[in-house]
T-cell receptor, first 113, second 118 residues
Framework: DGGITQSPKYLFRKEGQNVTLSCEQNLNHDAMYWYRQDPGQGLRLIYY???????QKGDIAEGYSVSREKKESFPLTVTSAQKNPTAFYLCASSMGRANQPQHFGDGTRLSIL | AQKITQTQPGMFVQEKEAVTLDCTYDTSDQSYGLFWYKQPSSGEMIFLIY??????QNATEGRYSLNFQKARKSANLVISASQLGDSAMYFC???????????????FGQGTRLTINP
């Protein structure tokens, strides 16, 4: 079945540690996105990528980094510079056409130890 | 400035009743798109319905319909014959058209928590 796989489902970060969240899609979508969701809030865009080896900052990119070496993969690294990383992180992909929706993974819940 | 406003933090509805979830938006673009997503307690985001700014008809998808009033900048989601499984968070989102071709930047509202009572 086609879809988006995020791993791990739960992740714990120690002080000063970088952690990487995985996102893989087999939908053959060109565009991929990372969102952050805080409790009781909507989603905020962290980074997005239109094509391989290209990505753009979203609204809250500080303290995060991404790479897009393969069309299928768009990992997100939460760096130690992100002082409040506890949140629910959602990865999405889309065909890149205006009327096509973004498809989401099941999310990764990140907490501070 | 907030671009998507969902004024109902929570709604409680009896099973089988229809429910309307409000969404107002703010944009100066002539071309834009509006999406509704459902988020169950498990966390995944499920796409429900889409309305383009130039679409002449209100969008419908099964029990979901969109009451699109362009002049009032509102795009309310209507769920007919609600079911217990409809209990979830619902998010309205807008695609801004000042975008890089191929990628959509979505702006999300704060969401409405819908609870269906038996």
């Amino acid at each position: 079945d086609g879809g988006i796989t995020q791993s791990p489902k739960y992740l714990f970060r120690k002080e000063g540690q970088n952690v990487t969240l995985s996102c893989e899609q087999n939908l053959n979508h060109d565009a991929m996105y990372w969102y952050r969701q805080d409790p009781g809030q909507g989603l905020r865009l962290i980074y997005y990528s239109q094509i391989v080896n290209d990505f753009q900052k979203g609204d809250i990119a500080e303290g995060y980094s991404v790479s897009r070496e393969k069309k299928e993969s768009f990992p997100l690294t939460v760096t130690s510079a992100q002082k409040n990383p506890t949140a629910f992180y959602l990865c999405a992909s889309s065909m890149g056409r205006a009327n096509q929706p973004q498809h989401f993974g099941d999310g990764t819940r990140l907490s501070i130890l | 400035a907030q671009k998507i406003t969902q004024t109902q933090p929570g709604m409680f509805v009896q099973e089988k009743e229809a429910v309307t979830l409000d969404c107002t938006y703010d944009t100066s673009d002539q071309s834009y798109g509006l999406f509704w997503y459902k988020q169950p307690s498990s966390g995944e985001m499920i796409f429900l319905i889409y309305q383009g700014s130039y679409d002449e008809q209100n969008a419908t998808e099964g029990r979901y319909s969109l009451n699109f009033q362009k002049a009032r900048k509102s795009a309310n989601l209507v769920i007919s014959a609600s079911q217990l499984g409809d209990s979830a968070m619902y998010f309205c989102a807008m695609r801004e058209d000042s975008i890089i071709q191929g990628a959509q930047k979505l702006v999300f509202g704060q969401g409405t928590r819908l609870t269906i009572n038996p």
